[in-house]
């Protein structure tokens, strides 16, 4: 695991967007294609800005993948992914194609089904991900599950990730949290050919150390990145600030 610590969240941005368009240039020039997966959240901020703005990158040979969603939030709810996504990346690029999760499916699984046969038929270049104040990677809370080989699965969201969600100011109250979701699994993330894992802020600082100081476990899913030999870890300095070491940093 590649760690580089930024004095800023903007500088984190920055530098995250220009290494994960890095690897969408050289894809597209190796295979004439690039499949992106991509995250959300107050950590994807200054990434997707940057990324955006990226020059050198054909996007319409570019495909998205969302990497997770609530189940049964509207698309015009202000904490949904899919408007998030829309406004801040899939509106601002013209790409080929993207492939949100539709969290209003009547059946869940079946949408998890249909987001699989589109992921079989891509080689995924690159993942821009963050880590929860739980630990947790996309929306696997712990205990995490490690195991399974279904790109997509329905999640139970625990206290400390729907805590954090109201916590960010998506809704007003915790209540309003859902309290399922649809996410890319652990071992789909772990396909991807590069991971850019962006964490901003102090109240990350716990999580990232864990994640990469201590023990692979399902209690900190995003441990599982140690195991990963393409992963960069984009950090500002108080979401570093309890790391013992920053190697390669």
Same mark, same amino acid.
């Given at each position: 695991?590649?760690?580089?610590?930024?004095?800023?969240?903007?500088?984190?941005?920055?530098?995250?967007?220009?290494?994960?368009?890095? &690897?969408?240039?050289?894809?597209?020039?190796?295979?004439?294609?690039?499949?992106?997966?991509?995250?959300?959240?107050?950590?994807?901020?200054?990434?997707?800005?940057?990324?955006?703005?990226?020059?050198?990158?054909?996007?319409?040979?570019?495909?998205?993948?969302?990497?997770?969603?609530?189940?049964?939030?509207?698309?015009?709810?202000?904490?949904?992914?899919?408007?998030?996504?829309?406004?801040?990346?899939?509106?601002?690029?013209?790409?080929?194609?993207?492939?949100?999760?539709?969290?209003?499916?009547?059946?869940?699984?079946?949408?998890?089904?249909?987001?699989?046969?589109?992921?079989?038929?891509?080689?995924?270049?690159?993942?821009?991900?963050?880590?929860?104040?739980?630990?947790?990677?996309?929306?696997?809370?712990?205990?995490?599950?490690?195991?399974?080989?279904?790109?997509?699965?329905?999640?139970?969201?625990?206290?400390?990730?729907?805590?954090?969600?109201?916590?960010?100011?998506?809704?007003?109250?915790?209540?309003? &949290?859902?309290?399922?979701?649809?996410?890319?699994?652990?071992?789909?993330?772990?396909?991807?050919?590069?991971?850019?894992?962006?964490?901003?802020?102090?109240?990350?600082?716990?999580?990232?150390?864990?994640? &990469?100081?201590?023990?692979?476990?399902?209690?900190?899913?995003?441990?599982?990145?140690?195991?990963?030999?393409?992963?960069?870890?984009?950090?500002?300095?108080?979401?570093?600030?309890?790391?013992?070491?920053?190697?390669?940093?």
């Amino acid at each position: 695991m590649n760690i580089v610590v930024s004095d800023t969240a903007a500088e984190m941005g920055k530098q995250a967007a220009e290494w994960g368009a890095d &690897v969408i240039r050289q894809a597209i020039a190796t295979r004439g294609e690039a499949t992106i997966i991509v995250a959300t959240g107050a950590s994807q901020f200054t990434v997707l800005e940057n990324l955006v703005k990226q020059p050198g990158i054909d996007w319409t040979r570019v495909t998205g993948f969302h990497l997770d969603e609530y189940i049964g939030l509207p698309m015009d709810h202000p904490a949904s992914f899919r408007g998030y996504l829309k406004q801040r990346f899939v509106d601002l690029v013209p790409l080929s194609e993207f492939h949100y999760i539709d969290g209003e499916f009547d059946i869940p699984s079946v949408e998890c089904g249909r987001l699989a046969e589109l992921l079989r038929k891509k080689t995924i270049d690159v993942a821009f991900v963050g880590i929860g104040e739980n630990g947790h990677l996309a929306f696997n809370d712990p205990p995490a599950d490690f195991e399974t080989e279904s790109p997509y699965i329905v999640v139970q969201l625990d206290e400390a990730c729907r805590r954090q969600q109201w916590g960010e100011g998506w809704f007003p109250t915790l209540d309003d &949290v859902p309290r399922q979701a649809i996410s890319m699994s652990i071992r789909q993330i772990m396909k991807t050919s590069h991971i850019v894992c962006s964490v901003p802020d102090q109240r990350k600082a716990e999580a990232v150390a864990n994640s &990469v100081e201590g023990p692979v476990t399902p209690q900190v899913p995003a441990s599982i990145l140690q195991e990963h030999a393409n992963t960069n870890l984009f950090l500002d300095a108080p979401a570093a600030s309890l790391l013992k070491s920053i190697p390669n940093g």
